[in-house]
């Protein structure tokens, strides 16, 4: 099932959530632990819905 974007939540760019995602591992030198690996998790719920939103925002584009 593809993740949904929440109405109220404005959705943030998939590329900047991705920076994000790839900052933590840096500063946590690729090891993930506690609020570390919180954190990333919910980046990373973050960022799927941020895709899927910008694929159903090009697949109306394509469909007009």
Do not use: C, F, H, Q
């Not at 090891?31 to 990373?44: A, C, F, K, Q, T």
Request: glycine share 4%.
């Amino acid at each position: 099932m593809i993740p949904t974007p929440p109405a109220s939540d404005p959705v943030r760019p998939a590329e900047v959530v991705n920076e994000e995602i790839r900052a933590l591992v840096v500063r946590a030198g690729g090891w993930l632990y506690g609020s570390s690996r919180d954190r990333y998790e919910v980046l990373v719920a973050e960022w799927m819905v941020a895709v899927a939103a910008e694929r159903l925002r090009e697949d109306i584009v394509k469909a007009a």
